[in-house]
């Protein structure tokens, strides 16, 4: 016998599941992204998928995130190297040469766009 908390066992089951089935646009429909700290959304979809260049070309006045980040002064190809740069520094570029207020509120969006995409 395992414990329910008023159902939310039911809906991590159902993540789980989810996730499982290869569903993960579904999944990031499900979680709520705008309360996840930047790492943990880097985690979710390979960078490349997430920050593709059609999100970006959509949504922001650069082809590439090799060219958002070079505009900057910035390099990263991975999700770890983009962890590791100066978020401060990265959120002022983000803030000055798109509209989002911040790398996390971009890539919020850039989520919905891949899970509306799937």
């Known amino acids: 016998m395992g414990f329910n908390f008023g159902g939310f066992g039911d809906k991590i089951q ?4 989810t996730f499982k089935e290869g569903g993960v646009g579904e999944l990031l429909q499900k979680l709520p992204l705008d309360q996840l700290p930047v790492d943990q959304l880097l985690e979710k979809l390979p960078l ?7 999100f970006l070309q959509q949504f922001t006045p650069f082809e590439s ?5 070079q505009s900057g002064g910035f390099s990263a190809g991975s999700a770890e190297e983009l962890k590791s740069l100066p978020q401060d520094q990265l959120n002022e570029h983000v803030t000055k040469t798109t509209s ?6 971009m890539l919020v969006k850039a989520a919905e766009f891949y ?4």
Do not use: A, H, I, N
């Not at 159902?14 to 599941?17: A, E, P, S």
């Not at 490349?48 to 059609?54: E, F, I, M, N, V």
């Not at 899970?115 to 799937?118: A, D, G, N, V």
């Open 14 to 17: 159902g993540l789980v599941d």
């Open 65 to 69: 995130l090799t060219e958002l980040l």
């Open 115 to 118: 899970s509306q995409r799937k």
């Open 100 to 105: 989002f207020s911040s790398l996390k509120d």
């Open 48 to 54: 490349d998928q997430l920050l593709s260049g059609s």
